[in-house]
């Protein structure tokens, strides 16, 4: 056996003794566990800087343009964000890339003795989630970074992320999402959320529902931090549709940024770049005072970024779409990105959505987009069965339009063949979608990745 196959098997192996734990929605209200892990390991979390992302949807795409401003500064930058989409070593980001299997095996074993520890003197064990937290502080210390940019798992105040304290606080927008977890009014989310808005903090929010705004500036105000809102101190002031992307201009905290190539679809993704902007001034600014970041840099960094699985093409003739919206306003985004960006004249749905969601909310406003639809399942023992997701979607497309393919890989074959009944390529389409597991085993069965 080659060394290469035994790193992989020992990496096969720690994987399945993580994901034995306690799964990562299956949270409770305290994060005392993971700080005693971090204080026995020395407080890493606590030997860098930390950008903190919160919010219902566009956290993981802020993070990933965040990250490429950063390391466009010359800055070494740490990414966690989750959940992966192909592999567990996604979540832990050095330098634009994820650790290797070697590191993350490396990570594991340094951490596991001290995680035992507690595990041995508490009444609950870490779950997954709270294992790999412990893991990507640790690899940020070690490396080291200069900033760790950091995407709560779930919520906010009682997440695994919130032991440490961000220099800067980001809130993607707030939505109704896993009410399962979290309360069911937005205004309760937002509360949960705005927990990672610490003393002294810049709080850079996103456009927000008003309930959420109220909720956040009253936060922000009872620790003294510091708010910059979208679409009153920064924001996208023009954008239009581009070859492969768009262009967009930004009104940011300290300059202008005009005609930005972003190579993502979508009003969403050009907020989310306004958003990342404004968090890098922010930290950027107590060591430059108030001169504007580099134009160009803004430029190369976020010309080159990419954001898997949110709309993502990855086949043309038909043009095949992967998308990870999993919650009603994540999918209208995805809705109004397709029309505005693609135009299809025959587009046809594969639908593979997890049981504990609002399905109806998440198939409403596919309706009017999609031609036919095939319903399936994903990978996760969470994932709707293609003949339940079938009988909702009936009641939404109408029965001649819904198509039911227990497999996802028959599923997008049933799709693709279609899309090409008119006998043509030109303006059809597949859009795969509903679920960021779906992304993934989409993207890992067209892609080979």
């Not at 529902?209 to 105000?221: D, F, G, I, K």
């Not at 679409?231 to 967009?248: I, S, W």
């Not at 997008?412 to 679920?435: H, N, P, Q, Y």
């Amino acid at each position: 056996m080659s060394s290469k196959q035994s790193v992989h098997e020992r990496y096969t192996a720690i994987i399945a003794e993580i994901m034995g734990r306690r799964v990562e929605t299956d949270i409770d209200p305290t994060t005392e566990r993971v700080r005693e892990v971090l204080d026995l390991l020395g407080d890493p979390q606590r030997s860098y800087r930390v950008i903190h992302l919160t919010g219902t949807n566009g956290k993981t795409s802020t993070a990933r343009m965040i990250d490429a401003l950063l390391r466009e500064r010359h800055l070494r930058v740490g990414r966690y964000t989750s959940p992966h989409l192909r592999t567990a070593r996604e979540r832990i980001v050095l330098d634009g890339d994820p650790v290797s299997e070697e590191a993350f095996i490396a990570a594991y074993e340094d951490v596991i003795p001290y995680i035992r520890m507690v595990d041995e003197g508490s009444d609950v064990p870490l779950s997954f989630f709270e294992v790999i937290t412990v893991m990507a502080f640790a690899v940020f210390a070690d490396a080291p970074v200069d900033v760790a940019v950091v995407e709560v798992g779930l919520g906010g105040t009682w997440d695994a992320t919130n032991v440490a304290d961000g220099d800067v606080a980001v809130v993607t927008p707030i939505g109704i999402d896993h009410t399962d977890f979290l309360p069911d009014t937005v205004e309760g989310i937002a509360e949960e959320k705005a927990g990672i808005i610490k003393p002294g903090a810049i709080a850079v929010l996103a456009q927000q529902q008003l309930p959420a705004a109220e909720v956040l500036m009253r936060r922000a105000s009872e620790v003294g931090a510091t708010v910059a809102r979208e679409g009153l101190e920064f924001g996208v002031t023009h954008r239009e549709v581009a070859m492969g992307g768009q262009l967009v201009t930004v009104k940011g905290l300290r300059g202008g940024y005009e005609n930005v190539f972003l190579p993502l679809y979508g009003e969403h993704q050009a907020s989310n770049a306004a958003v990342a902007i404004a968090a890098v001034e922010a930290f950027a600014a107590p060591a430059e005072g108030d001169d504007e970041l580099d134009p160009e840099l803004i430029g190369q960094a976020l010309g080159g970024v990419e954001s898997p699985g949110r709309m993502e093409v990855v086949r043309r003739g038909p043009t095949v779409i992967v998308d990870a919206a999993h919650n009603p306003a994540g999918m209208a985004a995805t809705v109004a990105a397709v029309e505005e960006s693609f135009g299809f004249t025959r587009l046809v749905g594969v639908l593979a959505v997890m049981g504990d969601k609002d399905v109806e909310g998440i198939l409403e406003p596919l309706e009017p987009l999609l031609t036919e639809v095939v319903v399936t399942r994903n990978s996760s023992p969470r994932s709707l069965t293609a003949e339940d997701l079938g009988d909702i979607a009936e009641g939404i497309f109408g029965s001649e339009r819904v198509h039911v393919a227990p497999r996802l890989d028959d599923a997008i074959d049933r799709a693709v063949a279609l899309a090409e009944d008119t006998g043509e390529f030109s303006g059809t389409g597949v859009l795969i979608t509903g679920s960021v597991v779906t992304a993934g085993d989409a993207g890992h069965l067209l892609k080979g990745d």
